[in-house]
């Protein structure tokens, strides 16, 4: 247990659907080891989102237990799970959820913020020298294209030095271009942290670049390099 | 976790930069605006109050004796450093050319008035003019029908006594003459050193003496607190609160109708402060659920948001006092340029605790809303359609904003009576007004079938969710309804004051006139054309209460001791007297009557006496003991002959009585005192015209109270209006944006969102003038004791003027929801 700093043990996960209950996760067993990048892959509606969503605390499984760094996030409440993400975890979406009243530097301050840094700003404008944002801190995100605002969540995401970093199809709305440098950008931060990564995507570029992978199918891993 | 203030700060911030916030600001503005301007004008008059009761006994305090006021107390209030005065009046007679008149003569010292001004005239006819200064030595001034009677005219020699004076003006207006009714007759008004040299002022004077005090505060409580022990039986002190008895009643109608008003446009702040909250947390749903996934637990989320609204509060607060001050000063100015004489200034005692009520509307409108940021998963940024979580108990979240409008309402009037109706009526109202906004959408659902596709569009956006389209109508009635309730039952409130005290109320009560003497008296008047009513009037003392002798030591209220210990007037009447309602207890009917007493409630308050307690009355030789079988509230300002203590015809057969009455006297027709007081020398005349005055002139205060009023409840009124359309625009962008993708035209599109405004409109309109006849029946005849037949005409403006109301506010948001391209809004979606 020891060698992972994610690990999930007999996970189902149901939800009830109109014709009684619904399974979306069954028998997950996985562990992931701290440093290294996992993709999960699986056509839509495998339950790819739900599973990242269990591991990352953000909901809990009908059944089965889930550890981060040897702690059983199944048995906290909502509120302690939240406080042990706080600094821990951090998270990069599909539709880059930057807070829209917010400025690029401010976005990255936020979970600066919430994990008590002393120096938020100055952090915050590091990482987005870091991703090449250096002139947009003040920007908000309607005057970003995709790419620019993926890379403000990707420095918002690393921003507080995460253990797990949590990636929701992160190329999902971007050109090839942008989705290309997004790609380059994940893992070189990646790398350097040496953060372990989550993914869920469909882009085979994306996934290739992931030392372990695993495929989703009706909610069961069906697949595991 | 803990989000620092100085992240509530960045965050307010970064709202007000973004707009979000601003709907919360201006209902909160409007609110305290309204609030503020409501308690500095409520000080303002009750200054201006003071000042004018100050007038009535032409002092701050004034001590009363039938003894000389001792010369160290004259001493003890120049010490003091408060300005002073002496008066001595007592009656007299005079003769001139074989006329004997009765007068009544008023020595005054230099420094008399001490507040207000004596109006007089020094050529008759001739222009007035305003004094702050008596008589100088060797000068008289009289009444006119003093003039008339003796046919006298100025500069002629009046003897008094053994001194001579010269008549130099006529007084047309004497501040304190109106107290106590003790004008009994034509007014001659000396030097009070003259009257100490002419001899009058013996023993057998029947003198009234008066030592009149006048300057802060502070030294004239220190004077009364020194003075009090001194006083014995033979003085009294007379201060502005007893001064004020009189104009009390008027003034207290007049504050709870101000507060009442106050109310109205403190619940649609409370309203749209509510709906906006809504929609604030509405859009903070993704904010709050990123929080939470980067690891902010529910209390720190909730704590940020209720620390973000405390630091609007706080800000838009400030600015919403520096606007009710401003917005008063304005009406004061107006006041000071339509009314006579002075008004009050205004304190700073209201900001702070407007500020605060600021805070409680604020957070207790909001927090409901809130509430629902703490049922957000943070699951629900990966999965759009996550099942929220309920939150427990969060219907006992409205008890907030309850409490926050029991706790503004008890700020804002006193009167719980008031409070209950606008409470209970407000949220009875609003659920009533969903329950008939919800069968009224209904009832148009079923008759609405086969109408045209924009009608049908239009109209299913409104029957999809009833609940929230019967809320928002609601609340756009209710809205509605205070300003439809505020011009109507102002306009009739006022028409019923007009009515109760018309221009020919009475300005002079007849008293002391004896039986024998009615016939003659009458006559005189008849034959004038003044019509009057007599009622019999006797005196007697209370000696027991449930035969137990009283001991005013005993009552905490001051009031009691003069009940207990003071000369009673009481009267007999067959019927309840024009002006009296019963409050407790059943009036006589024809069974046996004898040994019932009927009490105005404010006389029987202090001694907590209630209905079936015995009351024992001495009347001459006679003792009567009484139960108390009515409790009576008497409107005292329609200045009709009113007593505290009624008894059943017959009840004193053998005491001796005299006749009361009370007329109205044009000008003109005032040398008719002159012919009473010869023909009838006894009768006493009181001249109420000061105090008719003093109570105009409040009515003309408040009626501008109300203007101010009425524009903050207005201003609050549009904004919820506004409030509850934006709360709903972004599901109409974005409908409009699946409707524009399917093929819909701008005109098709135009024709069912004007369908959508027309009907809430005609709805709210039609909930509204149901509501406000409803309400204004309710207070107009429970509250403020009133006429009021509701108008139809009511249903037909509230209607048009609801939907051009919703109709004008619904056009900012059009251009949204028209010019927004459908694949802008459904990439966001």
Redesign the interface.
């Known amino acids: 247990m020891s060698d992972f700093i994610l690990q999930a043990v007999g996970v189902d996960r149901e939800v009830e659907g109109p014709s009684g209950p619904l399974t979306i996760l069954q028998d997950i067993d996985l562990g992931i080891a701290a440093g290294s990048a996992t993709v999960i892959s699986g056509p839509s509606g495998s339950g790819k989102s739900t599973l990242i969503g269990l591991l990352a605390g953000l909901d809990l499984p009908t059944r089965g237990q889930i550890f981060f760094r040897g702690n059983e996030i199944t048995a906290l409440d909502e509120d302690q799970r939240a406080r042990l993400r706080a600094g821990q975890v951090g998270f990069v979406f599909q539709s880059f959820y930057l807070m829209e009243s917010l400025t690029a530097l401010e976005n990255v301050m936020l979970p600066l913020e919430l994990a008590a840094a002393a120096d938020a700003r100055l952090q915050a404008r590091q990482w987005l020298c870091e991703v090449g944002l250096g002139q947009r801190l003040h920007h908000y995100p309607r005057q970003l294209s995709g790419g620019e605002q993926q890379r403000v969540a990707i420095a918002r995401g690393f921003a507080v030095e995460p253990a797990v970093l949590f990636a929701d199809e992160p190329t999902g709305n971007l050109d090839r271009e942008a989705a290309s440098q997004i790609k380059e950008l994940l893992f070189s931060l990646q790398a350097e942290q040496n953060t372990s990564l989550v993914l869920v995507t469909h882009d085979l570029g994306l996934a290739e670049q992931c030392q372990r992978r695993l495929r989703l199918e009706n909610g069961r891993i069906v697949e595991q390099h | 976790?803990?989000?620092?203030t100085g992240?509530a700060l960045?965050q307010l911030r970064?709202?007000w930069?973004?707009g979000?916030l601003v709907a919360l600001a201006l209902s909160l503005l409007v609110a305290v605006g309204a609030v503020t301007a409501v308690s500095a004008h409520g000080e303002r008059i009750e200054r201006s109050l003071m000042r004018g009761a100050g007038e009535i006994i032409a002092a701050d305090l004034k001590v009363s004796g039938r003894q000389p006021i001792p010369d160290n107390w004259l001493a003890r209030a120049n010490t003091a450093g408060l300005a002073s005065a002496e008066v001595a009046t007592f009656p007299s007679v005079i003769f001139r050319d074989g006329i004997t008149q009765l007068i009544a003569v008023k020595g005054v010292s230099s420094g008399y008035p001490l507040r207000g001004e004596l109006t007089i005239r020094s050529a008759d006819p001739g222009p007035a003019s305003d004094v702050n200064w008596g008589p100088t030595a060797g000068e008289a001034w009289v009444e006119t029908r003093l003039l008339s009677v003796l046919g006298l005219e100025l500069g002629n020699q009046l003897e008094l006594g053994s001194a001579q004076f010269t008549v130099s003006a006529v007084i047309a207006y004497e501040p304190d003459k109106g107290e106590s009714f003790v004008s009994l007759a034509p007014r001659v008004m000396v030097r009070l050193g003259d009257l100490k040299k002419s001899g009058l002022l013996g023993p057998a004077s029947r003198a009234q003496y008066a030592l009149l005090v006048a300057g802060t505060e502070l030294a004239v409580e220190r004077f009364r607190q020194g003075i009090a022990p001194l006083l014995g039986l033979d003085y009294r002190i007379i201060d502005l609160k007893e001064a004020q008895l009189q104009v009390g009643s008027t003034l207290q109608r007049a504050q709870n109708f101000i507060g009442l008003a106050a109310l109205g446009a403190i619940l649609l702040a409370g309203i749209a402060i509510a709906v906006s909250a809504g929609r604030y947390a509405a859009r903070q749903r993704?904010?709050v659920a990123?929080?939470?996934?980067?690891?902010?637990?529910?209390?720190a989320v909730l704590g940020l948001h209720v620390r973000v609204l405390l630091l609007l509060a706080l800000l838009v607060g400030s600015i919403g006092v520096a606007l009710g001050y401003g917005v008063e000063s304005v009406i004061a100015q107006i006041a000071r340029q339509v009314l006579t004489g002075e008004l009050g200034s205004t304190g700073w005692r209201s900001a702070a605790t407007s500020l605060g009520l600021g805070v409680v509307l604020l957070l207790g409108f909001s927090v409901p809303a809130l509430a629902t940021l703490n049922t957000v998963?943070?699951?629900q940024?990966?999965?759009r359609g996550?099942?929220t979580a309920a939150a427990r108990w969060r219907h006992l979240y409205y008890v907030l904003p309850v409490a926050a409008l029991a706790l503004l309402a008890l700020a804002q009037s006193t009167d719980i009576k008031i409070v209950t109706y606008v409470l209970g009526g407000s949220i009875a109202g609003l659920l009533a007004m969903m329950g008939l906004s919800a069968v009224l959408l209904r009832a148009l659902k079923a008759i609405s079938r086969g109408v045209g596709v924009s009608w049908r569009f239009g109209l299913a956006r409104l029957f999809r969710h009833t609940l929230s389209s019967s809320l928002q109508i609601a609340s756009i009635s209710l809205g509605l309804t205070i300003i439809l309730l505020l011009t109507l039952v102002r306009a009739q409130l006022f028409a019923a004051w007009q009515t109760r005290l018309p221009a020919n109320a009475p300005n002079y009560f007849l008293a002391n006139i004896q039986p024998h003497e009615q016939a003659g008296v009458d006559e005189l008047f008849t034959q004038a054309g003044v019509s009057a009513t007599y009622v019999p009037m006797a005196v007697g003392r209370l000696v027991s209460i449930n035969g137990q002798i009283p001991d005013p030591a005993q009552y905490p209220d001051a009031r009691a001791s003069s009940r207990i210990e003071g000369n009673l007037n009481f009267s007999w009447a067959e019927n309840l007297p024009s002006g009296n309602s019963l409050e407790a207890g059943t009036w006589w009917g024809e069974g046996p009557r004898h040994g019932q007493v009927s009490l105005a409630r404010s006389w029987a308050e202090p001694l907590g006496v209630h209905i079936g307690d015995q009351l024992g009355f001495q009347v001459g030789a006679q003792e009567l003991q009484a139960t108390i079988s009515s409790i009576r509230s008497v409107t005292w300002d329609s200045f009709e002959p009113n007593f505290f203590i009624l008894f059943p015809p017959g009840a004193f057969p053998l005491t001796p009585r005299t006749l009361l009455t009370a007329i109205h006297l044009d000008e003109p027709q005032e040398v008719l005192l002159a012919d009473l007081a010869r023909g009838f020398p006894t009768v006493n005349i009181i001249d109420i015209g000061a105090i008719l005055a003093q109570v105009r002139r409040i009515i003309d205060i408040v009626s501008l109270g109300l203007n101010l009023v009425f524009g903050f409840t207005v201003a609050a009124g549009a904004l919820v209006l506004v409030a509850t359309l934006s709360a709903t625009r972004d599901a109409r962008v974005y409908e409009a944006a699946v409707l524009k993708a399917l093929g819909c035209d701008r005109r098709r599109l135009l024709a069912s969102l004007n369908t959508e405004f027309l009907v809430m409109g005609a709805l709210a309109g039609t909930v509204a003038a149901v509501a406000a006849a409803l309400i204004g029946r309710i207070l107009a005849t429970r509250v403020f004791y009133i006429d009021y037949t509701p108008n139809l005409l009511l249903l037909l403006v509230s209607v048009s003027a609801a939907v051009l109301l919703v109709w004008l506010a619904s056009r900012a948001g059009m251009r949204k929801v028209l010019a927004t391209p459908p694949a802008l809004v459904l990439k966001e979606a």
């Open positions: 976790m803990r989000i620092g992240h960045r970064r709202e930069r973004s979000e993704t904010n990123l929080l939470r996934c980067f690891g902010a637990d529910r209390a998963t943070p699951i940024v990966l999965q996550a099942v």
